[in-house]
């Protein structure tokens, strides 16, 4: 397919996409700067990406693509959090939940890319214009999409109280969080020591799982979005999609995929590798490991 088309399709996809997550937060009452406040964030989350795309194109870097993409979640949810006046304890759970996590992920990602000195993902999009604006447009989406059910469940109002179904969240947030943080260590403790071009991380919770972290982080968010149910009402209810989105994303589209073609490349021959992939699922861990 022509490559104008595609930026035709993604552009249009995204504005469409944009212009859906808008709607479910029109019922919000509270304003900011005289606009709907969610309409404010999400005009918010696309300038973030836009001003930090220019300088990037034209150093042809992707080095703080990961780290805009954390802060864009903590300037979205803080925009929203401090825009509320009688904030509750799911209001408060919330943010720091969000907040945490972005910026555990955020400084990891940040750090990686920096002693790696290059993200594989954008070695061609980075000296196109339109195609690397495409990643930098996607994450605005990734970050609205992610994070609509926390902002729209904080902007709303709700009673002072902590129900069970919002402590189930909380149990399911914090697994999640648990399970990414120490995948994420795990694998950067590998790398220190061995070479990934030639030897691949199975030990750990990559001994129950190929991809740990994003079972972790699946985990998470669909804890937001638990925490987030007896906030919302109407058409809120369609950022529930925001678990769901997360799970796409990580294994139909950027992620899983990505990854696997990658090690079966690098690590395809070695019968180690083979053997490590049958036995180990894709992505819920398993409880029991086998030695490889």
Wanted: charged share 20%; aromatic share 14%; glycine share 6%.
């Amino acid at each position: 397919m022509n490559r104008q088309i595609k930026n035709i399709i993604a552009i249009t996809v995204f504005l469409i996409c944009i212009g859906l997550i808008n709607f479910a937060g029109q019922n919000i009452e509270i304003e900011i700067r005289g606009i709907n406040a969610f309409t404010f964030i999400l005009i918010v989350a696309v300038l973030l990406q836009i001003i930090f795309f220019i300088p990037s194109f034209l150093l042809k870097t992707e080095k703080y693509y990961d780290l805009v993409g954390s802060l864009t979640y903590v300037t979205t949810v803080s925009l929203a959090y401090f825009a509320v006046e009688n904030k509750t304890m799911i209001d408060s759970i919330i943010y720091f939940y969000v907040m945490v996590w972005a910026s555990r992920l955020g400084i990891y990602l940040f750090r990686r890319v920096r002693n790696d000195g290059k993200d594989i993902r954008f070695e061609k999009a980075k000296r196109h214009f339109f195609w690397f604006l495409q990643y930098w447009m996607g994450q605005a989406l990734w970050v609205a999409l992610t994070a609509c059910a926390a902002i729209i469940a904080i902007l709303s109002p709700e009673e002072n109280t902590l129900p069970v179904l919002a402590m189930v969240g909380m149990a399911l947030w914090l697994s999640g969080f648990t399970i990414e943080s120490i995948s994420d260590y795990q694998k950067r403790v590998f790398r220190k020591e061995n070479n990934p071009t030639e030897s691949f991380i199975h030990t750990g919770l990559w001994a129950r799982s190929r991809h740990p972290n994003y079972f972790g982080e699946i985990t998470l968010w669909t804890g937001i979005a638990v925490i987030a149910l007896n906030t919302l009402s109407g058409i809120e209810y369609t950022t529930l999609i925001s678990p769901v989105f997360v799970y796409i994303l990580l294994t139909r589209m950027s992620g899983v995929n990505l990854l696997e073609r990658i090690a079966d490349e690098r690590y395809g021959h070695l019968e180690e590798y083979q053997r490590y992939k049958r036995n180990t699922p894709v992505l819920i861990p398993k409880l029991s490991k086998d030695k490889i």
